[in-house]
């Protein structure tokens, strides 16, 4: 008979307290300098050693997906709140609007998250997999609707999103770049419904 797994053991109250200072000073180091900080210094103002983030983060990645995790409740929660919105369409670009907003508190998480989809190792993408379900959801439900057109995928739109947050973090100077940008999406996305029915143009 196999032996049961052995369960995973709470964290120390030590090794928590590390965890807790190491995942802040990210947080502030990533918002001040980007994703690409140097973790030896988040180590060093954490108060522990280099060995010590590594045994909690075993590397750059799992870090920002640690940082993350907050941005991503509020994603989810918030793609649950649309998902009975009266006008899907809109939803949905709402919705990827709020990503490109928390992918932008944080210079690199945009360059990042464009990646993590074609990589399976990366840490991000226990990120990723999430927003894709809840982005999917949303862009079925405007695509039943008739407003979003049937060629649209969720992951052409997360990776459109996602160029759209590079584009407003390198253009800091135009702060109205990504909703520009945005409105641009919806107007992409809308099905027209002439389309299939338009009449040939005379002497057509």
Known sequence: MNAAPTPARP??????????????????????????????????????GIGTLYRH???????????????????????????????????????????VTHAGEYRGLAQALMSAPGDETSALTSCHVPLRQAGARLLTRAQSSGSVRADVSIDDLLQLTNAIALAA?????????ADRLLRLTLRGLKADPAASDQSPPPGG
């Open 57 to 99: 983060f075993p590397n750059r990645q799992a870090l920002m997906n640690a940082v993350f995790q907050e941005a991503l409740t509020a994603l989810l929660a918030r793609s649950r709140e649309l998902a009975q919105a009266d006008q899907p369409c809109t939803a949905l670009v709402e919705w990827l609007g709020a990503i």
């Open 169 to 177: 973090e390198q253009t800091p100077a135009d702060p109205a770049l």
């Open 11 to 48: 964290m120390r109250a030590d090794a928590r307290r590390n965890y807790d200072r190491l995942l802040h000073e990210a947080r502030t180091s990533f918002a001040d300098r980007g994703t690409d900080a140097s973790l030896e210094e988040i180590a060093r103002s954490a108060g522990v």
